[in-house]
Structure formats: C-alpha cells, structure tokens
C-alpha cells in the first residue's frame, strides 16, 4: 500500500504535488493546511486523514483534530503537527510510524522500532528549504518511507 504523506499547505496546494499523490491508496495531511479547499481536493484523490497545526484557527479547522490514530493495511500510524506535542510512547502503543510536519524540514529517522516521517513542506517555499512531500510504503505489516523534492 503507498500513502502519499503531505504537510505544511499553508493554503498552496500545488498541482505537482496533487499528481504525485495520485494513486496512492490513502493521504495523511500533517498540518497546517491553510484553507478547507486542501482537504477537498486532496479527498477527491484518496481518503484523507489530517491533523490541525498551529496555524489552522479558522472557524473551519475547528473539527480537524489535534492528533490522529489511523490503521492501514494491518499497522498503526499516529500523525501530530508538532513532535514537540508528543505525550506518548508510540512504541509502547505499538505504532508503526509517526507521521508530522511543523518544521518544514522532511526526515525520515526510526527509532525504538517506530519510523518518524515528516514529509517537509509543500506549500510556500520556506527560506532555503525544499518544497516536497512524502510517501510511506507499507508491505507486509512493514512499512517504510520516501521523500520526493517537489
């Protein structure tokens, strides 16, 4: 299964990167998305799990959670904006992978058994770092990541 991993909008929901998360079977926001109109195209391309970020005050963004819990193809994936928010063990809660964004910087790191994937920033470009998004590929109850410069 390949879930197209996207964060960090801020309202700019680039055409390349609506095709590259076409076909992909599902889509996890991390944040930051800017206006309502993102969640809309983007779920007209998969089914979408999002999570708000410290900019998402608007009236709309009120029923975007904080965090979200979502199990795809046999494992568990926790998406928050901000790492920093963390309050649990996500290895002791048996997730596989923690998907957030916040920083504008991707990364993809394990630790204690758990992938961490920030996908970076897709919207406006943000000083000198690159405009990209992700996907996370889950085979067999395993998963890994990829990070694709926009």
Same mark, same amino acid.
């Not at 979408?48 to 975007?64: E, K, L, M, S, Y």
């Not at 991707?106 to 919207?123: D, M, T, Y």
């Given at each position: 299964?390949?879930?197209?991993?996207?964060?960090?909008?801020?309202?700019?929901?680039?055409?390349?990167?609506?095709?590259?998360?076409?076909?992909?079977?599902?889509?996890?926001?991390?944040?930051?998305?800017?206006?309502?109109?993102?969640?809309?195209?983007?779920?007209?391309?998969?089914?979408?799990?999002?999570?708000?970020?410290?900019?998402?005050? /608007?009236?709309?963004?009120?029923?975007?959670? *904080?965090?979200?819990? =979502? $199990?795809? #193809?046999?494992?568990? +994936? &926790? !998406?928050?904006?901000?790492?920093?928010?963390?309050?649990?063990?996500?290895?002791?809660?048996?997730? /596989?992978?923690?998907?957030?964004?916040?920083? *504008?910087?991707?990364? =993809? $790191?394990? #630790?204690?058994?758990? +992938? &961490? !994937?920030?996908?970076?920033?897709?919207?406006?470009?943000?000083?000198?770092?690159?405009?990209?998004?992700?996907?996370?590929?889950?085979?067999?109850?395993?998963?890994?990541?990829?990070?694709?410069?926009?």
């Amino acid at each position: 299964m390949k879930v197209g991993l996207i964060s960090d909008t801020h309202g700019l929901l680039r055409p390349e990167a609506l095709e590259r998360l076409r076909g992909c079977a599902h889509i996890v926001h991390g944040g930051d998305i800017g206006k309502p109109g993102i969640l809309e195209a983007l779920g007209a391309v998969a089914p979408v799990t999002a999570v708000r970020g410290n900019n998402d005050r /608007a009236p709309w963004a009120r029923h975007v959670p *904080h965090t979200a819990q =979502v $199990r795809l #193809a046999g494992v568990r +994936l &926790f !998406v928050i904006h901000d790492l920093a928010d963390l309050d649990i063990d996500p290895a002791a809660e048996g997730f /596989a992978a923690v998907i957030s964004g916040h920083s *504008h910087k991707p990364l =993809v $790191r394990e #630790a204690a058994g758990v +992938l &961490f !994937v920030n996908p970076g920033s897709a919207g406006p470009r943000r000083f000198t770092l690159p405009v990209s998004l992700g996907y996370l590929h889950i085979r067999r109850a395993k998963v890994s990541a990829e990070l694709v410069e926009l």
